[in-house]
């Protein structure tokens, strides 16, 4: 396809006119008092989200946006492009319980994916939930799923426009009828059944003001309830609750032979957790009243089960090794004789499972994936063969059956599906997704350039083969850098239109992250927060230097946690890109602890309470280090309507402060806010056409002012 240049002065000429122009954003006289410090808050009024005011400013802002994009012919090639390569059939990874396998199948552009149900590995798909049905626009989606252990219920959560909030139903999986059992006011939560299968535990918060799921609240005095099959909510049993504590967090599982129930517990600002557990007594009759106790309770390292053989229970850890390791400990001895089984490795540790009596342990090198086996002492028991390098999506397999499933993926290879037998050691595939997408002209390569301070960061480059590196090419960087969340080769369909047509599509590893362990994750967060943008902006400029793209034509993307990362970049380095596209980002770095999950982020980014938290916020946070009088490049900030992880006012308020404080001739400064949407792609609930439209206005953006040209 021809690529038509476009000079950076004239990507610029529609910009020249719109500074007068941007909806008005008034100003308030506010100011707060930080530790001393005098900060202004002209846009607090932003935050009210549900005023008149706001919504005209919203109302006002969509329509400007809807204007400019309008006359950018790329948007549109975008969109009709995106919608003929997403539409290809695909399945996830099957789970087993009873004699039943499930698994989700999309045909294409369906907006959710149905979950479909068989008898045995030959048995014959029904489709046992599609949640397409539940809302004419496909913004219903489903979320948990949980079968009994006898086979006969489904739990499953249906979580609404976007938001966090789920409610959870039970079905009957051999008639699909639903029972009337309806469990509310559910946030980050799982089902985990007691082995009677008589119920399950869960975890809930109370109820919102004036009953509303959607409210915008702060989470706070989590409970752990039981709920009986049959019963109504208000029946539930309260199982564990920390009312010392309203902030800390928390969820139960039941051990893999029904006796225990095992809680792990956060706290805000903690990088550890805390374990504890509740002995149910006999699995097939299990009471609820006995005492909780502390196993682990130190919060300094983390700690998840993986599964127990009578009394020992079995953990992955980072504690005393920051690449992870597996121990045992007996409940009797106590962690303090905790023994390690699987020590710790120059690889990083990142998914553990028992399976058969063997440790399934998935591995990042380079933050590609590896699978090695072990038995319960520890012995190496060999390797599970990938396809290539690329990136585990998920193994699963019940704790005492050989029977394994793995979802793989790279860029380039939308995904094989392999099942293994541990008792044989074969492995096969049982299913591959093929797309129309011909990939044999491309090619992945993984780089390795110095940041500022010299650490060196893995990058991964997806391009046309033969590409000629004089910088004439468009450029996309993608950057995350937080919350100990790795970046590893994974199938999308996005960059795949970027590359063919010509462009270059990276992926860069940035601290903060967490694909070489604790200390590589630790260096980019509170203090160190620096080193993640340090990383990002090295990567944008070794591209350049190195002529895959220039600074013209580079494009920055990141969502949420990489939202944070543009706009902090872009406020350090106005001249490093064409344009840039943050996706509800944290952009109020001195207010995000005050809203909906907020405040559990202070693991990362510490907060304002502290002198120390409000010194260094202060000096990246988005919304308060934008450069006036700077020549902005192109930014396209776009967020949901009903995000209840990353308040909306995070986006309203640094667009407004951008396009105030920008100076004549740089890049448009626009907001697209959709309307009954909430995280988007971080959350997993968004519908396909909703996915679409979000990619088609901010590549289509991104590609206008990176050298695109009408066909």
């Known amino acids: 396809m021809r690529i038509a240049a476009l000079t950076p002065l004239a990507a610029l000429v529609p910009a020249l006119a719109l500074a007068a122009a941007y909806p008005v954003s008034k100003t308030v006289e ?46 549109e090639q975008v969109r009709r492009r995106l919608t003929k390569l997403w539409n290809f059939p695909r399945t996830s990874v099957p789970f087993k319980e009873g004699p039943w396998y499930f698994f989700t199948r999309n045909d294409g552009l369906q907006n959710q994916s149905p979950l479909y149900v068989q008898e045995g590995l030959g048995g014959t798909p029904r489709v046992l939930i599609d949640p397409n049905t539940l809302s004419a626009d496909g913004t219903v989606a489903l979320t948990v799923t949980s079968p009994s252990p006898d086979g006969k219920w489904l739990g499953y959560g249906l979580a609404r426009a976007g938001s966090d909030w789920n409610e959870f139903h039970l079905r009957d999986i051999a008639t699909g009828q639903d029972a009337p059992d309806q469990i509310k006011w ?19 918060l109370p109820e919102p003001p004036g009953g509303d799921a959607k409210v915008f609240s702060k989470i ?20 564990f609750a920390i009312p010392e504590h309203p902030e800390w967090s928390f969820g ?27 002995d149910l007594g006999d699995g097939a009759a299990p009471r609820l009243g006995g005492p909780v106790v502390k196993l682990v309770d130190a919060f300094t390292a983390r700690y998840g089960f993986i599964g127990n053989v009578g009394r020992t229970f079995y953990f992955s850890t980072n504690a005393g090794a920051p690449r992870g390791r597996v121990i045992a400990v007996d409940l009797d001895a106590g962690l303090a004789a905790a023994k390690t089984i699987v020590p710790e490795s120059a690889d990083t540790l990142e998914g553990v499972r028992i399976s058969a009596g063997k440790i399934v342990a998935t591995y990042m090198h380079d933050a590609t994936n590896r699978i090695a086996l072990f038995d319960l002492d520890g012995r190496a028991a060999g390797e599970i063969p990938l396809p290539g390098l690329g990136s585990v999506t998920a193994v699963a397999g019940k704790f005492n059956d050989p029977e394994l499933f793995i979802g793989f993926n790279s860029f380039l290879a939308p995904g094989t599906v392999l099942r293994h037998d541990l008792a044989t050691g074969r492995t096969v595939t049982h299913a591959e997704t093929k797309t129309a997408f011909d990939a044999s002209g491309y090619e992945v390569k993984q780089v390795f350039f110095p940041s500022k301070d010299g650490t060196k960061i893995p990058l991964f480059l997806v391009h046309k083969k033969g590409l000629k590196l004089d910088g004439s090419a468009p450029g996309w ?3 995350y850098g937080g919350f100990d969340i790795s970046h590893k080769p994974a199938f999308a369909v996005p960059p795949l239109v970027w590359i063919e047509r010509g462009g270059v599509y990276a992926d860069v590893c940035l601290r903060g992250g967490g694909e070489y362990g604790e200390e590589w ?4 967060t509170k203090e160190r927060k620096q080193n993640v943008f340090d990383d990002y902006i090295a990567a944008a400029d070794w591209l350049c230097a190195n002529g895959y793209t220039s600074h013209s034509k580079l494009v920055l993307d990141g969502r949420s946690n990489g939202g944070l990362l543009l706009g902090a970049v872009v406020n350090q380095r106005p001249d490093l890109c064409a344009a840039a596209v943050p996706a509800v980002g944290v952009m109020d770095m001195l207010r995000y602890h005050k809203f909906t999950v907020g405040a559990a982020w202070a693991s990362d980014y510490g907060n304002s309470d502290t002198p120390e938290g409000f010194a260094y916020l202060r000096a990246y946070s988005p919304l308060h280090t934008v450069k006036v009088g700077a020549r902005y490049p192109a930014v396209l900030v776009t967020t949901g309507d009903h995000d209840d992880r990353v308040y909306p006012a995070h986006s309203y308020k640094y667009t407004a402060a951008v396009q105030a404080g920008a100076a004549p001739g740089s890049g448009p400064i626009l907001i697209h806010i959709e309307s009954n949407a909430g995280h988007g792609g971080s959350s997993g609930t968004s519908p396909v056409s909703k996915t679409i439209a979000d990619w088609a206005l901010r590549m289509g953006f991104g590609a206008h002012f990176a050298g695109w040209g009408s066909n």
């Open 186 to 204: 559910v946030k980050f939560s799982g089902m985990s059944w007691t082995h009677d299968a008589k119920g399950f535990f869960y975890s809930r």
């Open 477 to 479: 960087l993608y950057g």
């Open 30 to 75: 506010h100011v707060d008092d930080y530790h001393g410090t005098k900060v202004a808050d002209p846009y607090r009024w932003l935050e009210d989200i549900d005023s008149p005011d706001t919504k005209a400013w919203v109302k006002a802002q969509n329509a400007f946006t809807d204007a400019q994009l309008a006359q950018m012919p790329e948007v």
């Open 521 to 524: 994750h630790k260096a980019g």
């Open 220 to 239: 706070e005095n989590r409970q752990i309830h039981y709920h009986r099959v049959g019963t109504p909510q208000d029946e539930d049993a309260l199982v």
């Open 252 to 278: 139960g599982q039941v051990s893999s032979d029904g006796r225990y129930l095992v809680i792990g517990v956060s706290q805000p600002g903690k990088l550890g957790n805390s374990v504890y557990y509740l």
